[in-house]
């Protein structure tokens, strides 16, 4: 009786641990979600600076505004290179996170069961035990 009741003990414990962990990957996501919400938008400011860069106003450009913007071009093309990288890689592990929370759920389904389980197990045992005891005290 004293180890079931042990072994619940443990398992209960294992479970705050898996809810624990739960709430771990939980921060981790939400903070991958907001990295990834701001790479967007500097992915789209980016964007709008090649953009107005690539336009062309006059035929007659002085050639000092032509290297200025084809080095501003440059510049954030690196840039915007660096930032869908970025972006390629928190996907990652936003996704790497989701799976972990996907097998600490199942994990905490399945200890949850143990403790069930188990309590059954307890419970069995001491009707078993009053039993015992009725027939004992019957005898008497």
């Known amino acids: 009786m004293n180890k079931i009741k042990k072994e619940i003990r443990l398992f209960k414990l294992l479970k705050k641990l898996k809810v624990r ?3 771990s990957h939980f921060n981790n996501l939400n903070l991958l979600k907001e990295e990834l919400e701001k790479t967007d938008v500097l992915l789209l400011k980016i964007n709008d600076i090649i953009q107005e860069n690539n336009k062309k106003n006059d ?14 071009l440059n510049i954030m093309s690196s840039q915007k290179q660096i930032a869908e990288n970025k972006r390629d890689f ?4 936003k996704n790497k996170t989701d ?42």
């Not at 035929?59 to 501003?72: C, D, E, Q, Y």
């Not at 928190?90 to 592990?93: A, D, I, M, P, T």
């Open 59 to 72: 035929k007659n450009l002085l050639s000092a505004t032509f290297k200025n913007k084809r080095k501003v």
């Open 99 to 140: 799976i972990e929370i996907s097998k600490i759920l199942i994990q905490r389904d399945k200890i949850e069961n143990k403790v069930n389980d188990k309590r059954l197990q307890l419970i069995e045992y001491k009707d078993l035990n009053l039993e015992a005891n009725n027939r004992n005290f019957k005898k008497n």
């Open 90 to 93: 928190l996907l990652e592990q």
């Open 21 to 23: 962990d739960l709430y």
